[in-house]
């Protein structure tokens, strides 16, 4: 597998400057010849899709869903960073780039992340012309906080909505290439799986979801913009829709899959009710500005938490993290709340749970002035739990959010498929081993607005053009519609007696215990064990009534939930071959005496990509050495 | 809790629907309405039957996918909720529960609970975005605007396109939809341009995707889960009129 | 001219046009009701005004046409209004709960359409003089036409007298709506007050229908009395 990252050479600062020079360039009148299958319209998607037609790309978009405005980066609430340093704190590119690096735990490649900080400032200017409505001040400024894993306020935010926002505003500049006839959009209309031709990604093969029918799309590049797979703990922050099925078929036709174990438990959701539950809702880590998250110090203490003075109650992540205090990032707070709840200090029904207390702030800037901040999550919670969190403090838990891995890219983007790129959280390249709040958003608009547009086109002017024009009559398209019909066949004719959610739910929970917030060898061993075990029993003893020509629910989850019985496996894997505790990775083995994450530099400083053999056939790993040159390696730490 | 629920089934947009009743036992309160549908929908596949389609996708009352005109109203009893963030504490044991999809020319049926809102897109597509390409745009505090302005151009951009507004409007008008997005864009300078192009395209569009005629019921505004307010649609009317007179011929 | 006919013919054009028909009815309603209280100041001024009125002449007949031009516009851009609601929706809910809207918002088209009704009687009776030629056919002690006479004889009879009453409770109630939906209609709105206009239907409906209502009622009490030597 060739894993040149193709990183350009020079000073840090300088390389995307250079490179976007050295880039070859297509001539305007050519860009319309070269046909983009752009798969997903989120904010990565629909900022691409949007960008390459004003360029004069054609390109044909899909998503699921039934528009693009709802795809799910319109679920992101706290905000986007950019290194604008309107606060005049010191923020600067340059911090950016390291605090992103660092809260990585120095598992990200250094280069990407850079040019990520660089064109965040662009991102916030983009967004402002387009109407997106940030908070602002009072004398027209706009307006930032701060965030989760930094001591500046560079975050970007509309209310609690800032993701709905953005993808407001993305969705718009798709429409009005749409309008003018330069994307074709596809709703309702899921990938099944990648057409290869010659070694080039050259075309997919769709889905329509209403009526059933399979259809090939041929095209000169795909981009898979498809977003992450924390459903495959099925209990997630996610969409019900999110799936893996996009990259994981990229995966099967050969493009490497790297870091799959990476992935982010956000700490402040809200704790699950019952069994019944379907999905957990997270409340914005901007809470964690003003809130203060504390348990009881006692164990088993069933007092009201009202009735509980502040003598007997351990604010743990103050404690513990005196300068980030409950901003400490993402991963060290979930997995602090992990450990008082395993203490037998967690509280609510099931003590699975902590508090997050408005209390000193409500006495500080009164009701008004935490319900302006956040009114609306409030509210949510409210709605949710039956509880007002104006007078008693919310309860939380760390749930699944974002993945970090995800397909291999190049500095370019593209996978080691020629022809197959991945942009947003369908990629692995920027966070590492654990991302920072409210950068997601960032780089989802990064990659679509300011990076791909170029590095595609540099690989529309190499790309041979003796190549023959390929239509979907090619075998290739004919094979691979044959395969996905046979799929389709397969599990329609299993006629279990099982739902396809009972499957998901178990898989949830395997992964959940054993590759969750904490894992070891023996847990990651017997989940390995028990998923084959399952998927086997899926493949038996599901039901799915209907047929594959009508709009079919059952069979849209059957098909998603099947490549997550095969995904997780390799999650798995992966997690058991990182011998070393690294951002959300934390293998329990690799901790200190107060239970902070001891990386592994030595052997682990790399990328793990996984290179698939064949359904029968163990996977191969393969690394990207990651190199640290502008941030030097150190434990990382927010005491 | 136990529910009897009375559900529109329907297989296509071209076969007839009918509603069918079904016993929902073992409803908790804390379950949210679609928690209930998933288990109705469980008891359904075991029993070889297909089971209720209904559209959803975040069910956390931000993606604008879910639906349903629950007892006759959009998003059900509870103020300001869309379905998905309705709990099952909003009903009382033995209830009957009427569950319709959203109904309206413009939103033809797909399946049960399901509709077409691509509408909607279209209408959107007509003009409403601000004509900027990506690169080249000015610093973003170049441009101050006031915050009264731009909060009110975000209570509009609030809207999360759901249709409820159409569902619950007695004549099936999507009014609300359209002003909330021209009241976004217009209270913005950067909007304000295209302001009078923009509202006549999308008013025409709208028309043309058979929406009905608003009549001032604000039954929209009550079930809008984003509680937009129709003083948005007075706007509309007073842009559409001054367009109509001033603006050049589109 | 087509981009008139196009705006004019669009959902919001077609509102537009309620919407400033409404404001003409509603005008016309003040006047007329200004004339009509006159009847309290007793024979010679009501029929100084009623001669006055018909004195102006050609001018009469262009107010007149105006207004009937007017209401047919109303009546059917509302008509129209209301059915391509029809169309919108071609399938019923099952259970349609009204969560806000009042009923007299749901009975526009009812209580227009009887209003109509009761217009045409109206006229019927006191502008053609087809339903009581006999009170038509009066003359005051200076030779003009009695219309105070015509009105309170007019009104000693219960069924006119209820009538009235009646169409002028549809009155209220369709202009109780009208007047906030038109206002909403020409984008005379603001959070700040909305509340204000939304209560100036009720408010303007309750002085117009007192003031109409109170000339039957003062009739049947003897208030405004019949002259002497009439009949």
């Known amino acids: ?639 | ?250 | 001219m087509n981009w008139l006919t196009r705006s004019l013919s669009s959902s919001i054009g077609n509102k537009l046009l309620v919407a400033i028909t409404g404001i003409g009815l509603v005008g016309f309603l003040v006047g007329h009701l200004a004339g009509n209280l006159q009847v309290y100041l007793g024979q010679d001024a009501f029929n100084a005004y009623a001669t006055g009125l018909r004195e102006l002449g050609p001018l009469l007949n262009i107010l007149r046409a105006g207004i009937v031009l007017v209401a047919i516009v109303h009546v059917v851009t509302a008509i129209k209004a209301a059915r391509s609601s029809k169309n919108a929706r071609p399938v019923a809910y099952a259970k349609h709960t009204r969560v806000v809207s009042s009923g007299n918002s749901h009975s526009m088209v009812r209580t227009g359409l009887l209003i109509l009704a009761f217009v045409l009687f109206h006229l019927a009776h006191f502008t053609w003089g087809l339903t009581h030629p006999e009170h038509y056919k009066l003359v005051d002690g200076e030779g003009r036409h009695d219309a105070y006479s015509m009105l309170v004889l007019g009104f000693q009879s219960w069924p006119v007298a209820v009538s009235y009453v009646v169409a002028m409770f549809l009155l209220g109630m369709h202009i109780s709506h009208g007047i906030p939906s038109l206002l909403q209609t020409l984008g005379i709105s603001h959070p700040k007050y909305r509340p204000l206009l939304e209560k100036s239907g009720p408010v303007i409906a309750v002085l117009l229908v007192a003031g109409f209502v109170s000339i039957p009622v003062s009739v049947l009490l003897g208030i405004v009395p019949l002259p002497e030597g009439v009949l």
């Open chain 2, 1 to 250: 809790m136990k529910l009897t629920l009375r559900v529109w089934r329907q297989r296509n947009a071209s076969e007839q629907g009918r509603f069918e009743t079904y016993e929902a036992t073992d409803v908790s309160p804390d379950m949210s309405f679609l928690e209930m549908l998933d288990v109705l929908n469980r008891d359904l596949v075991e029993r070889s039957e297909e089971p209720v389609a209904f559209d959803h996708d975040c069910r956390e009352g931000i993606c604008g996918t879910c639906s349903l005109v629950i007892n006759g109203v959009a998003h059900g009893p509870r103020k300001a909720t869309t379905t998905c963030q309705l709990h099952m504490r909003s009903f009382k044991d033995g209830d009957t529960v009427t569950i319709e999809p959203f109904r309206a020319t413009g939103f033809p049926a797909v399946r049960d609970l399901v509709v077409d809102r691509s509408a909607f897109d279209r209408i959107l597509q007509s003009g409403g975005f601000i004509s900027v390409n990506t690169g080249g745009a000015p610093d973003a505090n170049a441009l101050p605007i006031g915050k009264a302005e731009a909060d009110t151009a975000f209570d509009a951009a609030a809207c999360i396109g759901c249709g409820a507004c159409v569902a619950a409007c007695p004549n099936a008008a999507a009014m609300l939809f359209v002003s909330a997005k021209i009241a976004h864009l217009s209270h913005l300078p950067q909007g304000a341009v295209e302001h009078e192009q923009r509202v006549v395209r999308m008013v025409h569009a709208m028309d043309g995707e058979g929406f009905g005629t608003c009549r001032n019921y604000y039954e929209c505004e009550a079930v809008c889960p984003k509680e937009i307010p129709v003083s948005f649609i007075a706007d509309m009317n007073r842009g559409y009129l001054k367009a109509a007179l001033t603006a050049a011929s589109d």
């Open chain 1, 1 to 639: 597998m060739n894993l040149d990252a193709k990183i350009p050479s020079g000073p840090i600062a300088d390389k995307w400057d250079n490179h976007r020079f050295d880039m070859k360039l297509v001539n305007p009148a050519n860009k319309r010849k070269f046909k983009v299958l752009m798969v997903g319209s989120g904010l990565a998607g629909g900022s691409a899709a949007s960008t390459l037609a004003e360029l004069g790309y054609d390109v044909e978009c899909f998503c699921f869903q039934d528009s693009p405005r709802r795809a799910h980066s319109i679920a992101a609430q706290g905000g986007i960073n950019a290194a604008k340093n309107y606060q005049n704190d010191g923020d600067s590119v340059h911090r950016l780039f390291y605090d992103t690096v660092k809260g990585g735990d120095f598992r990200s490649r250094e280069a990407n992340v850079y040019r990520l900080a660089q064109v965040s400032a662009n991102i916030i200017d983009q967004c402002v012309a387009q109407g997106v409505p940030f908070a602002r001040e009072y004398g027209g400024q706009l307006a930032n906080r701060s965030f989760g894993g930094a001591q500046v306020s560079r975050t970007f935010y509309a209310r609690g909505q800032t993701g709905q926002q953005l993808l407001l505003g993305c969705y718009a500049g798709l429409n009005r290439q749409i309008a003018a006839g330069k994307v074709r959009m596809h709703p309702r209309t899921e990938l099944l799986d990648i057409v290869i031709v010659d070694g080039t990604a050259r075309g997919i093969v769709t889905r329509d979801l209403v009526t059933g029918k399979i259809q090939s799309w041929a095209g000169d590049t795909v981009v898979l913009a498809t977003g992450g797979y924390s459903t495959v703990f099925y209990l997630s922050t996610n969409a019900m829709g999110c799936n893996v099925t996009a990259t994981w078929r990229a995966h099967k036709r050969g493009a490497g899959f790297a870091n799959p174990c990476f992935t982010q438990i956000h700490p402040t959701c809200i704790p699950v009710s019952g069994d019944h539950q379907s999905k957990l809702t997270l409340m914005s880590e901007s809470l964690r500005n003003d809130g203060r998250v504390w348990v009881p110090k006692r164990a088993d203490d069933d007092r009201q938490p009202g009735e509980i003075p502040d003598a007997e109650r351990d604010y743990y992540l103050e404690r513990k993290y005196p300068s980030f205090g409950n901003l400490a990032p993402r991963d060290i707070a979930s997995r602090s709340a992990k450990e008082v709840c395993d203490e037998g200090r967690g509280v609510g029904p099931g003590k699975r749970g902590v508090y997050l207390d408005f209390r000193d702030s409500v006495e500080r800037v009164g009701k008004q002035g935490v319900s302006e901040r956040y009114g609306n999550l409030f509210d949510m919670y409210e709605r949710i739990t039956d509880e007002n969190p104006y007078e008693r403090p919310m309860r939380i838990y760390p749930a699944p959010h974002y993945t970090m891995g995800g397909l291999w890219v190049d500095y370019n983007l593209m996978s080691n498929v020629p022809g197959l790129h991945v942009i947003g959280e369908a990629n692995f390249s920027d966070h590492g081993a654990n991302r920072l709040g409210a950068s997601a958003l960032m780089q989802g608009l990064a990659d679509g607005y300011f990076v791909l547009p170029y590095t595609i086109g540099h690989y529309f002017a190499t790309y041979s053009p003796d190549k023959q024009p390929i239509t979907t009559d090619h075998p290739e398209f004919k094979r691979a519609e044959a395969e996905v019909n046979a799929r389709i066949e397969r599990l329609l004719n299993v006629q279990g007696s099982k739902t396809v959610d009972s499957f998901h739910k178990r898989l949830g929970r395997i992964m959940w215990e054993g590759c969750g917030m904490g894992r070891n060898a023996q847990g990651l061993t017997a989940a390995l064990e028990q998923i084959p075990a399952l998927r086997e029993e899926f493949w038996s003893g599901v039901r799915i009534p209907g047929s594959g020509s009508e709009f079919n629910i059952e069979l849209e989850k059957a098909g998603r939930v099947a490549d997550f019985l095969e995904f997780g496996e390799l999650m798995c894997r992966d997690a058991l071959a990182r011998d070393e505790s690294c951002g959300g990775h934390f293998r329990e083995e690799h901790q200190t005496a107060d239970g902070e994450a001891v990386r592994n530099d030595e052997e682990y400083c790399h990328a793990s990509v996984w290179e698939h053999k064949g359904d029968d056939q163990e996977p191969v790993m393969h690394r990207e050495a990651l190199d640290f040159e502008n941030v030097a390696l150190a434990t990382r730490s927010y005491k």
